[in-house]
């Protein structure tokens, strides 16, 4: 199974598993948060996430999930991940990405889940309301 570290500002991740578990079912192993506060040091940051690397590697993949481009977890994560074979590190993660995520992790290979992961997530950022005004 491809296992998933979320990795955000804040309990943003958190309450985007939750979410996600209550469309799709809950998860239980191969998934850990992390949320990233502004009272923690740079150190203590990197030193949570290569705990919870250590703890989630797999020979099947790991995905990782952060909030945004640019930002502390990505930041911290992509020299963590660069050398680490069949790991991803996918930003501007929304509840479309999650679900997908979660429901075809156990069953879709590592490659293909992270494209349709990315693909999911950008098909879920549009403005609907101008489809109403379509004839």
Known sequence: MINIIVITHGDFGAYLIEAAEGIVGA????LKNVSISPRM???RVKEVISSAIAEMRSEDGLIFL?????GTPMNVVLPLAKDMPKSAVI???NINMMTSAFA???????DRLWRKIVDDGRKAVCEVKS???KK
């Open 27 to 30: 998860q239980g192993e191969g």
């Open 41 to 43: 040091t740079l150190d």
């Open 66 to 70: 952060i909030d945004m481009p640019g």
């Open 91 to 93: 930003c501007g993660v």
């Open 104 to 110: 075809y992790r156990r069953e879709m290979e590592f």
């Open 131 to 133: 489809l109403l005004l």
